[in-house]
């Protein structure tokens, strides 16, 4: 005989996982992944989204950074990549 019919079923994870650690896809937000397998995951998921694909664009200092193009110069104006990158650009 087995009992599973615990009475705190439900949050007992809470403090386990930090939400911190999870980036959120930028084409859907209900798709959060650790920063690692982003990168994979938004190649795929570009594929699924094209309408919204669309109006996306890829930070220039990190392929991880998809944002509205609207907002990609605002973004890499302060892109926390930025730095990383020496200001030597050639035409
Ligand atoms: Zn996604
Ligand atoms: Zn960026």
Not at 18 to 41: K, T, V
Not at 61 to 69: E, F, K, M, R
Request: aromatic fraction near 8%.
């Amino acid at each position: 005989m087995s009992i599973f019919s615990w009475p705190t079923h439900g949050s007992y994870y809470l403090g386990l996982l930090e939400p911190e650690d999870l980036e959120i896809c930028p084409y859907d937000p209900n798709h959060r992944m650790p920063a690692s397998r982003l990168q994979y995951h938004l190649a795929s998921c570009r594929k699924k989204n094209p309408k919204i694909a669309k109006k996306m664009a890829n930070c220039k200092y990190n392929a991880c950074h998809v944002v509205p193009i609207k907002r990609l110069k605002e973004h890499e104006a302060n892109c926390v990549n930025r730095t990383a990158i020496d200001d030597g650009e050639q035409g």
